[in-house]
Every structure is written in structure tokens, then in C-alpha cells.
């Protein structure tokens, strides 16, 4: 028997009595609630752990409050000294003086209540000293008490937290305790076994440490969740426990209660696998739980994660290997820049049972001596090539997290690496260590990228990196989430007003990624932050600096400082609608209904693609009309795309552009595009007639091509030129005819409209116009009465200006 002084090097107290052998015997009858226990237990002896049975041995029978001695409530201090004997070292009991607690009279250990959170189980022993308790190192090491503190103990009620006292299923960390150990692996069901036996009718909880002598090896163990159930679940589990990880969670072991045993990363020792127990080496902390990793909005994304990847690692091996499964070696996470692909795999760290995983940068990989590159890789999977070796399955789980994996690992034979042909020679060796000859089966290679399209086709299959989630910018809850988190200091002290409303801000923030609502925390605190500086320095601060709060007019004013990468490009199209929209005909209403009808089309996923062209002569307001139904809208992600924006690159250059929005669209729920003067975007011309095919190409291929579910586009093209894009069968789901200002009344409803014009003066100009012109007839653009009425104000005489100016417009236009 080891001894708990030789074990941590020093000496105790003298050793009294071992205490002297009890016979169980039913609780008394005054305690209704614990009859059933007495119909259950009370005919089982407890046994020492070590593979026999003995009567009386210190694993104890039904704890229950005491009798008679100590009443409940009544505290007293205690001066705690260590364990008298091993009998209380290995048996998770504490050492009392018999004149401090009497015995129960029931004959069964007590329950003391320490310092208000802990609770153990004491034996009365008459030689230990008056007002002392004994308590062992992992004990004191629970509580936080050292021997020269003073404690608190009083009788404890194991029912007081209500029906839910037993211990449905436990998760233990068990590891050697000290310097003996044994290669040889622990049955788990025997390890069980003994732990129940040992420390049955024992209260436990999370975070309590505790030695047990099994077959004469220490072993130190530590509670890391519980799942407590009532007697009617005891036989018969229910499944609707929860696991708890909260200290005050406790449970009284049964014979009937589950242990769930996890090996200790920092001790070599191994537990050998089970086809009813979870993998004693499981990489997932049986503790751990998502909300506890600060990922907002990335919930399902994470879940999937787990699903696919850690999901099998955490049954029993014997069960894994039933089915024939095998792990996933590689994840892929990409998407926008900003989404959290980095996050995700920094907080992994979080759930794991084992060693902290290796992270790498994609360009620290290369390097430039000839075959260092190459050797950079193979040293990233000698752990797990030398572990592999060693334990075989029973080998932990090495986790690799390659950031910007699009660096080294391009298409080979793209040239990637210069003319050395490194980058190839890089992508080989991964290729062979993920699934080459000789298989690990205990890595898991998360890479993260935003150019999935770039990274070589044969890493992607499965076997390698088979597992792609694309981490896409978060939803109206995740956004709200993510404030929360960005701000969760700024409640906590009281620095955010209570006029910030975070879900009014997540409605705000359409396509804002992660890292731009850090942003835009940010750009508010240094709002407040500016209200508290004196005015005229630039380093001194006002007196009232400790009553600085964050309100929402600073959020306000932060989102018109911080845009979102993939949102509406506003600037853009309120330029194209400056000064509105005038009704000046039923046409324009009926454009702009049909257009909101188009809209809902798209919204509610009826259609998930839908081009409209908006067709007319030029100065007629397609492009105004069109960013105009764009914006009513409301689509997170909406984007005007001009022949402006594409001057001075080549036919490639165009045709990337152009993919690199497309591919954007596909990133939002729902997403507009606004393809201005689409006949200019191929180069059409009409002498020659001249165009670019690869560019047209393109575009019909991209107008084609279905959007991924869930995320739908619809896209609104103006041209002047409807007959050529027939020509060049560029087709539209739907066409939307934009006329020019045909009638005198339509002209005069414009003029009123502007506010320039009086209503005689409106009368003088339309006369004016049909002298001119000889007839009543205008056909003439919105665009070119809106630049008459701007030219006429500069003129002393804006009435017959105006009329000068659209009278000759009405000529020109018959003339063509």
C-alpha cells in the first residue's frame, strides 16, 4: 500500500486505528426521501478497489446526514491536517475527531459541507486531534485551503438541490499520480468497476481531484462533467440529462452510474478501448461546449465541423472499427477575408483532450536553399510519424493548422515557384504525407484560404482535404452575436449606454464580415473616446474622462466611417440617381412595380437567377431606373458594374474582373448586380462592327450559370443597343422597355417637378417648343431635359433658354 506521505515526500501525523468494520443498516425511518435508497443498496458490501471485496472498507455504505450528533446548519472550524492513513488517502475520505462529530447512528460516513461549496465524505476516528480534519493533497488542492488555513464545515443534505442527487454518468481524467507507472493499458470496464466500488454512496462534482490505488499504482483522477439523474432514472437513463460542469453540480455514485474515463495529456498513461466507453484518448474535451469558444454567428458552420471531423474520434474504437470508418485527415475552411476561417482554427485549441496544435503561415514554408521547402513540410508530421509508430490507434491526434494554404499549394505545373518547380515539389511532398503509401491515420490538417479556386485539384479529393466549409459572412443573428462579443467589456464596466441597441446595429450591418464589426466597434469607441479630449490639443483629456460611454449615435456615426468589403456600393448608385426619380409618366410607375416584382421573384427563391435588360434610347434613365429598383431592394450585396470601371485592361483582365464579381454575388443571401452600358463591356462598336468574343463569352457564361443554393442574384442590364445584343444572342429572362419624354404634358409635369418653372412660365415654353418644332411631339431623353433645365438657369431668361435648348433636342432627334 503507498502511502499518501511517501508518495508526496513527506510525513504526516501518526497513523491511528484503521477504523473498525460497520455493518450497514437501513436509514431511519424519520427520513422518508432515502427509502428507496434502502431498498436498493443497503444488502451490497463497498469494496476496496483492488479487485476483492471487504466488508467495512473505506469505501463506506449510504452517506446521509447524521442522526444525531451534529445537527443540520450548524457549523464549526476546522484546521486542516493530512490524511491519517492510506485507508483515507485512496478512499476520498476525510479523518474527524470523534468528540467533533460523533458517529451516525446509522454507523455510515457523514457528509460535511465545506466552506459552503465542497463536499466530502468524513469517518469519525478516535485518535485524530480535536478540531482538526483531515484532507490529502489533491483534496486541498480542490478546495484551495492550505494546512495552516482554518475551514468551515458543517453537515450536508445531500437532497437540499432537490430530486436530481445521483449520479446518472461521469467524466473522469485519470493519470498516474506519481513517479510508478506501467506501459501496460488500462481496462476501462475494469477500471470502472473499481472506481465504483471504491467510492460508492461517495458525493461528487466537477473540478474535484482525488487518488485511487489500483492494483498498487497510484492513479490520480479529476471530475470533469456530471450528469445527474433521480432515482425513477437511475435504471433506466432517460437520455435528458445534461452534462454539467458547474461546482455545485453534485451526485451520489451508485453501482449504477457510468464513468467515462479520458487519459491525462501531461501522463503516459494508456487505457485501452472500449466497445461501450468513448475513446479514452478522444481529442474533444468531455467538458467542452461551443458557446464557450467566442465564435459568433459561425455556430452551424462549427457544428459541421465537429460532425465531420472530430464526430468519429469520440466513439469507441472497437465501435469505429465495426463500421470500417475511417477519420478525416483534412479540412478545407474558405471564404471571404474577415469571416472568422482563422478564428475557427485558433479556437480548436479550446476543444481538444491533447497537444496544442502546430500552426503555420503558407510563405514560412518556403524557403531558399534547394530542399528545405520540401523538409519543412516533412518535419511538420514527424510527431505523428514517430507517435504512429509507437502506439499504433492507441496514438493521440496531432492537429496541423496551415493558414493561407493558397500560397504553397497552387495548381502544379502552373509555374507556381519560379522555374524551380519548388511549389510543385512542396504540394508533392503534402500530397504524400496526408494519403501516401504509409497513412497516418492520427493527423487532421485544417488549411484556410480565400482562393479556393487556386489550390491544386488533387489535394481537395477526399482522403486529403475532403472535408470544404465555406465560412461565409454572417447572417442578422450571427452579426448580433459578434457585437455582443466585440462589446462584451464595454457592458460589463458600464462604458456602453443604454441606448445602444445591438439588434438595431446587426440590421444595420448587412455584409459585414467579423473583422469589419470589429471595425466598427472600434470606429465608435474612438468617437466617445474624441468626446473627452479638450478642445484645441490633442493629448490632454477632459476631467469627466472616467464617465466616458459609448452611445449609439457613436455606432451611428461609425457605420457612415466603416463599410463592409462585400455590400452595396451606395456612392456608386446615388450617383446614378441623383435628383431622384420624376413620375412624369404611368411608364415609370409601371417600370418600377415590375421591377419590385422582380425583386420579390428573386427574394423569396422562386427564381434564383433572373436577368432583366432595361432597353431604350440613350438619355431615356435606364441606369438611373435600374440602380433605382436595385436599391429598393435592400439586398446586402448589391454592385453597379461600369464600362468605366474596366478601361485600360486586356481581354484577361476584363474577364477576371468581371468573374471576381460575379463570384462575390454568390456570398449574401440575396444579391443585385447592375451591368451599366453592357454592349461597351465587349467592346462594341459600330464601324467594323467590331467586339471582343472572349469577353462576350464570358459574360454569357457567368449570366448562365445558376448561383449556389440558398443565395440567388438577380441581375439588371441597360443597353441602347437591344438589335445588336440579339445579334450576338446575349439573352435576358425578361425585358423592360424605357421610353423617352414623348408628350408636351409629360415635358411640363418635368418642368414643374424641378421647381425652376412657374406655371405660365412652364405654359410660354411648351408653346415656344411646338413653334419651334412644328408639332407636339417631344421624343426626347429625361436625361437631355434635365441638362435644358440646368443650362436655362444660368440664362437671365431660363424660359426661352429652356425652350431654345429642348426645341433643338426635338430636331435632332427627328433628324436620326
Known amino acids: 500500500m503507498f502511502s499518501r506521505d511517501n508518495l508526496f515526500g513527506s510525513r504526516g501525523q501518526g497513523q491511528g486505528p484503521p477504523p473498525p468494520n460497520r455493518q450497514q443498516a437501513p436509514p431511519p425511518n424519520s427520513a422518508p426521501a432515502r427509502r428507496p435508497v434502502e431498498q436498493r443498496y443497503t444488502d451490497r458490501s463497498p469494496s476496496r478497489g483492488y479487485g476483492q471485496e471487504e466488508k467495512g472498507g473505506y469505501g463506506g455504505g449510504y452517506g446521509a446526514p447524521p442522526a444525531s450528533g451534529m445537527p443540520m446548519g450548524r457549523g464549526m472550524q476546522l484546521r486542516p491536517a493530512k490524511s491519517p492513513d492510506d485507508r483515507y488517502t485512496f478512499g476520498n475520505l476525510c479523518a474527524v475527531s470523534a468528540q467533533d462529530i460523533p458517529p451516525s447512528s446509522d454507523g455510515t460516513d457523514t457528509y460535511l459541507l465545506i466552506n459552503g461549496t465542497y463536499v466530502l465524505s468524513a469517518r469519525p476516528l478516535p485518535s485524530f486531534p480535536r478540531g482538526h480534519i483531515s484532507l490529502n493533497d489533491p483534496q486541498r488542492t480542490w478546495m484551495g485551503v492550505a494546512l495552516t488555513d482554518v475551514v468551515e464545515a458543517q453537515a450536508y443534505d445531500p437532497f437540499s438541490q432537490g430530486p436530481q442527487s445521483y449520479m446518472g454518468t461521469m467524466d473522469v481524467e485519470v493519470g498516474f499520480a506519481g513517479k510508478k507507472s506501467t506501459e501496460v493499458p488500462y481496462d476501462q470496464d475494469e477500471l470502472g468497476k473499481a472506481f465504483v466500488n471504491t467510492f460508492r454512496n461517495q458525493i461528487f462534482a466537477p473540478g474535484q481531484q482525488l487518488l485511487m490505488d489500483f492494483r498498487s499504482i497510484p492513479l490520480k483522477m479529476s471530475i470533469k462533467t456530471v450528469e445527474l439523474v433521480d432515482m425513477q432514472s437511475l ?43 468513448p475513446a479514452a484518448n478522444s481529442v474533444v474535451r468531455p467538458d467542452f461546449k461551443f458557446e464557450d469558444l467566442g465564435i459568433g454567428g459561425l455556430d452551424k458552420e462549427f457544428s459541421d465541423i465537429f460532425r465531420r471531423a472530430f464526430a468519429s474520434r469520440i466513439f469507441p474504437p472497437g465501435l469505429a472499427e465495426k463500421i470500417g470508418i475511417q477519420h478525416v485527415r483534412g479540412i478545407l475552411l474558405y471564404g471571404p477575408p474577415g469571416t472568422g476561417k482563422t478564428l475557427i482554427a485558433r479556437q480548436i485549441g479550446k476543444m481538444l483532450n491533447a497537444r496544442e496544435p502546430k500552426v503555420i503561415n503558407g510563405p514560412e514554408v518556403l524557403n531558399k536553399f534547394v530542399g528545405q521547402s520540401e523538409e519543412n513540410i516533412r518535419k511538420l508530421f514527424a510527431d505523428a510519424e514517430k507517435e504512429q509508430k509507437e502506439k499504433g490507434d492507441e496514438s493521440g491526434l496531432h492537429i496541423i493548422i496551415f493558414d493561407e494554404l493558397d500560397a504553397v499549394c497552387k495548381q502544379r505545373g502552373a509555374g507556381a515557384g519560379g522555374g524551380t518547380g519548388v511549389g510543385d515539389s512542396v504540394v508533392n511532398q503534402l500530397l504524400s504525407k496526408l494519403d501516401g503509401v504509409d497513412q497516418l491515420n492520427n493527423i487532421l490538417l485544417i488549411g484556410m484560404t480565400n482562393r479556393k479556386d487556386m489550390i491544386d485539384e488533387a489535394l481537395l479529393r477526399p482522403g486529403r482535404l475532403e472535408v470544404h466549409m465555406e465560412i461565409s459572412l454572417p447572417d442578422e443573428s450571427g452579426r448580433q452575436q459578434i457585437l455582443k462579443i466585440h462589446t462584451t467589456k464595454m457592458r460589463e464596466n458600464g462604458k456602453m449606454a ?98 419590385k416584382d422582380f425583386i420579390n421573384q428573386v427574394r ?41 470601371d474596366m478601361v485600360g485592361m486586356n481581354e484577361i483582365q476584363k474577364i477576371q474582373y468581371l468573374q471576381k464579381i460575379f463570384t462575390d454575388a454568390y456570398k449574401s443571401p440575396c444579391n443585385a448586380l447592375v451591368l451599366d452600358n453592357i454592349e461597351l463591356m465587349v467592346d462594341w462598336v459600330p464601324v467594323g462592327p467590331r467586339f471582343s468574343s472572349a469577353v462576350l463569352a464570358a459574360i454569357k457564361g457567368m449570366m448562365e450559370n445558376k448561383p449556389p443554393k440558398g443565395r440567388p442574384l438577380l441581375i439588371l442590364a441597360t443597353t441602347s443597343e437591344r438589335t445588336i445584343l440579339q445579334q450576338l444572342q446575349l439573352n435576358f429572362m425578361a425585358h423592360i422597355p424605357v421610353p423617352n419624354v414623348q408628350t408636351q404634358q409629360e415635358l411640363a409635369h418635368i418642368m414643374q417637378e424641378s421647381g425652376a418653372f412657374s406655371a405660365p412660365d412652364v405654359q410660354r415654353a411648351v408653346g415656344e417648343i411646338e413653334q419651334t418644332t412644328g408639332g407636339q411631339k417631344i421624343n426626347v431623353g429625361v436625361a437631355k431635359v434635365l441638362l435644358g433645365i440646368q443650362t436655362a438657369m444660368q440664362d437671365p431668361d431660363r424660359t426661352g433658354r429652356f425652350a431654345e435648348v429642348i426645341g433643338e433636342a426635338v430636331a435632332d432627334a427627328a433628324v436620326e
Open 498 to 595: 443604454d441606448d445602444v441597441n445591438l439588434a438595431e446595429l446587426a440590421k444595420s450591418t448587412r455584409n459585414f464580415s467579423g473583422a469589419e464589426i470589429n471595425g466598427l466597434v472600434k470606429s465608435a469607441s474612438s468617437f466617445a473616446l474624441q468626446r473627452h479630449i479638450k478642445g484645441g490639443t490633442v493629448a490632454a483629456l477632459k476631467d469627466d474622462v472616467a464617465d466616458m460611454q459609448i452611445h449609439m449615435e457613436d455606432f451611428l456615426r461609425a457605420l457612415d466611417e466603416v463599410h463592409p468589403l462585400f455590400g452595396v456600393s451606395e456612392e456608386d448608385l446615388e450617383r446614378a440617381v441623383e435628383g431622384g426619380i420624376i413620375h412624369y409618366s404611368p411608364h415609370i410607375d409601371k417600370i418600377l412595380k415590375n421591377g
Open 604 to 644: 423569396t427563391n422562386t427564381t434564383p437567377l433572373l436577368s432583366v435588360l432595361l432597353h431604350g434610347p440613350r438619355g431615356s434613365g435606364k441606369t438611373a431606373l435600374a440602380a433605382r429598383i436595385a436599391m429598393d431592394s435592400e439586398f446586402p450585396f448589391i454592385r453597379l458594374v461600369r464600362p468605366v
Open 235 to 277: 435504471s433506466a437513463p432517460s437520455g435528458a440529462a445534461q452534462q454539467r460542469r458547474d461546482p455545485m453540480a453534485r451526485g451520489i455514485l451508485t453501482p449504477e452510474s457510468g464513468i467515462n474515463f479520458s487519459k491525462d495529456a501531461r501522463s503516459p498513461i494508456n487505457l485501452k478501448g472500449s466497445n461501450k466507453r
